[in-house]
Antibody, heavy 114, light 107 residues
Framework: QVHVQQWGAGLLKPSETLSLTCTVY????????WSWIRQSPGKGLEWIGEVKNRGGPSYSPSLKSRVTISRDASWTQVVLQLKSVTAADTAVYYC????????WGQGTLVTVSS | DTQVTQSPSSLSASVGDRVTITCQATQHISDYVNWYQQKPGKAPNLVVYDASNLEPGVPSRFSGSGSGKHFTLIISNLQPEDIATYYCQQYGSLPFSFGQGTKLELK
């Protein structure tokens, strides 16, 4: 059974960098592909990007210029960084394995406000 | 990019009803579709994976079907605890995408 625990700063000012981390417990981390997803208040789910066990990550075209997703197999962690945030980036951010039987973190509310 | 169009966007039904939610993809994505249930303030909860496989622990009144471009989630014998928003998600091609959601309400 896979368990995902995520954390990171919940309040940012415009132009700052969002940084969130999730740790994966159980399962076979090295065989899994991990994504970040966000959900703006009252809105639907938006895929941000995915990091593979080998090869480069894949990103949403709309966020590609600002986002970096990386993984650390030693700590079974996945990290999301989003540069130059604005109020439009206010959302709940989720770390999840989306292929097949998916597993999701609990979500982290990130608010961008001056 | 593969888009998924989910319908209806909202649905009002009675306890005991059969509810059908559909997703249509713009490209063939085999059976690479998941269905989620989301309640307010909670993370999405997997209901069906790989288009037709029921996640263990999910009641058997839920079922998924489809392949290629057309996918369906059915809830037979609707129960009050099924009231939620439902999303489809395709992982057949990058970038991944979600349907717009179906908000299910009790009549």
């Amino acid at each position: 059974q896979v368990h995902v625990q995520q954390w990171g700063a919940g309040l940012l000012k415009p132009s700052e960098t969002l940084s969130l981390t999730c740790t994966v417990y159980g399962g076979s981390f090295n065989d899994q592909y991990w994504s970040w997803i966000r959900q703006s208040p009252g809105k639907g789910l938006e895929w941000i990007g995915e990091v593979k066990n080998r090869g480069g990550p894949s990103y949403s075209p709309s966020l590609k210029s600002r986002v970096t997703i990386s993984r650390d197999a030693s700590w079974t962690q996945v990290v999301l960084q989003l540069k130059s945030v604005t109020a439009a980036d206010t959302a709940v951010y989720y770390c999840a394995k989306l292929r097949g039987r998916s597993s999701w973190g609990q979500g982290t509310l990130v608010t961008v406000s001056s | 990019d593969t888009q998924v169009t989910q319908s209806p966007s909202s649905l009002s039904a009675s306890v005991g009803d059969r509810v059908t939610i559909t997703c249509q993809a713009t490209q063939h994505i085999s059976d690479y579709v998941n269905w989620y249930q989301q309640k307010p303030g909670k993370a999405p909860n997997l209901v069906v994976y790989d288009a037709s496989n029921l996640e263990p622990g999910v009641p058997s009144r839920f079922s998924g079907s489809g392949s290629g471009k057309h996918f369906t989630l059915i809830i037979s014998n609707l129960q009050p605890e099924d009231i939620a928003t439902y999303y489809c998600q395709q992982y057949g091609s990058l970038p991944f995408s979600f349907g717009q959601g179906t908000k299910l309400e009790l009549k």
